[in-house]
């Protein structure tokens, strides 16, 4: 087969922005710890935060001490005193059992403003929609699968349209940790159609693969530790040593998902790949110009080609950034006649990770977000 046949057979996906977000849970408390765990979750520049629970209790102080001081900034409208709030919020938390300890749930609904009935809601971003569950016992609709809030999960999942459908709540379905699993909150999330699960609860790291599905715990947000390790069949990771993060980084053709110690040391990575990922036919000539910039393979192990067209004469940069946002290499810095290019960009001398592939020609930008992968 020629080099255009089996072009032919490579899927280009387009990404003009992903999604970057980080998981945090069980910071309540306002101690250190979570401070570290909000230094590093900012380093990050997220575009949102998302909470596994556990986000405040009553008894260790004002619910903006223990959420306002460290995450003001994401949150809107905010109504704190530690500082100026986001124009558009980006903070959406679960609820855990702490949270609605004595008044506590109360001051949770005041000081936040969520979708939905606030208690349990969902929203989409980019790719991914987002199903946020209220798992503790107390819910006035139950926490079942066949509950009001059940029922409300499954007809929501059968018609998204979404890529990605990520289930957050506080007690894990499954878990080696301290707390162990929760029977009640083992819902038919993966035949509802949901593409992963994630909890807090446990105050460590998991990563749990149950019946084909993935599951995560991230909750070492800056509450006390928790070191019990039960080994729960499935279990494929799990970390308790120090204070973390999850950072997840989606495009339309996969999703990394990074868990972080405050130390900044990665500590474990997966990757989801899109149910729509795979194969698909293109036409190279005439180039789509509906697709400005592509790169094939994608994920690809050392290297890639990058394809990108210009409309007219200009200046063009081709640049690669790193997923901090830091540009790590340019490929082109130089005029350019109308038509179309390609470069092989050699990525061995850089580690796995995601990376946005930014083409500027004149006064347009166009991004492409691609995955390298490392031999396992």
Known sequence: MNKIGILLFFLFPLIVLGQKFAVIGDYRGGDT?????????????????????????????????QVGQFYHEFIFPYVGSYGLGDM???????????????TGLIDYLNYFSLPGNERYYDFVKGDCHFFILNSDYTEIDGNTSS??????LQNLLAASLSKYKLVFLHHPPFSSGAHGSNIYAQWPYKQWGATAVFAGHDHDY???????????????????????FNNYP?????????????????????????YYNIKDSLIDSYVIKSPSAGIKPINLKPFDIDNIIQNFPNPFLNSTTIRYYIKTSCN?????????????????????NKGDYQILWNASDFPAGVYSICLRA???RYLVKTIRTENK
Request: net charge negative; charged share 15%; hydrophobic share 40%.
């Open 316 to 336: 063009v940069n081709l640049s690669v950034f790193n997923s901090t946002g830091q540009k790590i290499i340019t490929l082109i810095n130089s005029k350019q």
């Open 33 to 65: 710890n979570a401070l570290k765990v909000s230094q590093l979750v900012r380093s990050w520049n997220p575009d949102f935060v998302v909470t596994t629970g556990d986000n405040y209790r009553p008894a260790q102080g004002t619910i903006d001490f």
């Open 362 to 364: 004149g006064e347009n």
């Open 206 to 228: 998991e990563r749990l693969y149950i019946d084909s599905f993935p599951y995560f715990i991230s909750a070492a947000g800056g509450a006390a530790l928790y070191t019990t």
């Open 234 to 258: 499935g279990t494929q990771h799990f970390y308790a040593d120090n204070f973390g993060a999850l950072l997840i980084e989606a495009n339309s053709d996969s999703m990394l998902l990074k």
């Open 88 to 102: 558009v919020n980006r903070f959406f938390p679960a609820i855990g059992n702490h949270d609605v300890e004595g």
């Open 147 to 152: 509950s009001i809030q059940g029922v409300w």
